[in-house]
């Protein structure tokens, strides 16, 4: 069972902050790491990726695998590749993705999975829980103050609350906290 190693609560206001969130998580991860992405269509979960690659100074534009499940950037700059999977399609969790060589990646690799929830967890002990929500309202965390500011810029469907999880020893001091100002 993981335990968790530190939590970190960005509020983010537009795309393009996405993917700076993005290049900076990259920053923090090593092959081997594996990152699910939780979050509705639309959320931000490609746009996220898509920073990582460019932190990761990978091979390739990011872009949705939603139809092809995988795709593998290799570095550009001898890091580790980007794995990124759309686990959308598949049903029946590890063993449908089993295909994929997933175990055989990951120690080189950092590995991506959207919509990995109850299907990849198993893995890895060590990894990353990165959930994208729409902010509504004062009980966001970013707060009111959040979601008034994108009212007065008329960007609302923009703003986004992440919440990033580390689980696993790995990541009980990884510096999450870094990830909180943008």
């Known amino acids: 069972m993981s335990t968790t190693g530190a939590t970190a609560h960005v509020t983010v206001k537009s795309p393009d902050q996405m993917q700076q969130l993005g290049r900076r998580l990259s920053s923090l991860l090593r092959p081997g790491d594996l990152v699910l992405l939780t979050g509705e269509l639309g959320a931000g ?96 965390p970013g707060g009111a103050d959040a979601v008034l500011e994108g009212v007065l810029h008329g960007d609302t469907d923009d703003v986004r609350e992440v919440t990033v999880t580390g689980l696993g020893p790995r990541w009980a001091a990884a510096g999450l906290d870094r990830l909180e100002t943008l």
């Open 45 to 140: 979960k490609t746009t996220l990726t898509r920073g990582l690659g460019e932190g990761l100074g990978v091979r390739g534009a990011v872009t949705s695998p939603t139809f092809v499940i995988a795709r593998v950037h290799p570095s550009l700059s001898g890091g580790p590749a980007l794995v990124h999977v759309d686990a959308y399609r598949l049903h029946g969790g590890l063993d449908a993705m089993e295909d994929l060589d997933l175990d055989v990646s990951l120690p080189e690799s950092v590995v991506v999975v959207e919509w990995g929830d109850g299907k990849v967890e198993d893995l890895s002990e060590d990894r990353l829980h990165v959930v994208i929500g729409r902010a509504v309202g004062a009980d966001a």
